[in-house]
């Protein structure tokens, strides 16, 4: 069976500093892993997803995150942390009956 | 393009109400998944429809219960609500069951 754990429910940084957001699965199958972001009082929009190929994988809003298939591990990085990066991150990985399943999310503190 | 539509925004129920949420999914998709989204915690998936029929089902009782019109919209139905049915009630429309979920912003339903 597929899980998702996020590790750090609260992450805080000070903008323009690096945002590192932490995401470790396992899966009995080749994984298919997404990273979503929700704003406040708002639904979820899809920053990027890793399904094959390339390990590395850019998103929307200067995000990106690297596959680590050794490291069972998905995180989310992000050069130089903006205020509007304030939100909740989620990480979730596709089950086998193609939906998702999610972590519990990290909510991202920007400091001015 | 209208993406994902949900009603209503928000709604207040007491214990042992029934409640009838609503979801108009991305042009062009035929497929539509709810998720249960509790404060503090990754969505949940509840069923998936398509074509008319509860195609999958998650981890919930059967006072949840769906419907999905021939126009490709679809409700969520919970009858005698209980106090943890509180959360925020996610749509996701797809294009088939394996195609790339977008989400609503959600219906955020209180049970008092």
């Known amino acids: 069976a597929q899980s998702v754990t996020q590790l750090g429910s609260h992450v805080s940084v000070s903008e323009g500093a690096l945002v590192l957001l932490r995401c470790n699965y396992s899966?009995?199958?080749?994984?298919?892993l997404f990273w979503y972001v929700q704003y406040p009082n708002q639904g979820l929009q899809l920053l990027l997803k890793?399904?094959?190929?390339a390990t590395l994988v850019k998103g929307i809003n200067g995000f990106e995150a690297e596959f680590k298939k050794s490291e069972t591990s998905f995180h989310l990085t992000k050069p130089s942390a903006h205020m509007s990066d304030a939100a909740e991150y989620f990480c979730?990985?596709?089950?086998?009956?193609?939906?998702?399943?999610w972590g519990a999310g990290t909510k991202l503190i920007i400091k001015p | 393009d209208a993406g994902v539509t949900q009603s209503p925004t928000h709604l207040i129920k007491t214990r042992g109400q029934q409640v009838t949420l609503r979801c108009s999914p991305k042009?062009?998709?035929?497929?539509v998944s709810w998720y249960q989204q509790a404060l503090g915690q990754g969505p949940q998936f509840i069923f998936q429809?398509?074509?008319?029929?509860?195609?999958q089902r998650g981890n919930f009782p059967d006072r949840f219960s769906g419907h999905q019109f021939p126009n490709y919209s679809s409700e969520l139905n919970v009858n005698a609500l209980l106090l943890g049915d509180s959360a925020l009630y996610l749509c996701?429309?797809?294009?088939?069951?394996?195609?790339?979920?977008?989400f609503g912003e959600g219906s955020r339903l209180t049970v008092l």
């Open positions: 899966s009995s199958v080749p994984p298919y």
């Open positions: 042009s062009g998709h035929d497929t």
């Open positions: 979730a990985v596709r089950g086998s009956n193609y939906q998702l399943i």
């Open positions: 429809y398509y074509e008319e029929e509860e195609r």
């Open positions: 996701a429309s797809s294009l088939g069951h394996t195609g790339e979920l977008f």
């Open positions: 890793y399904t094959t190929g």
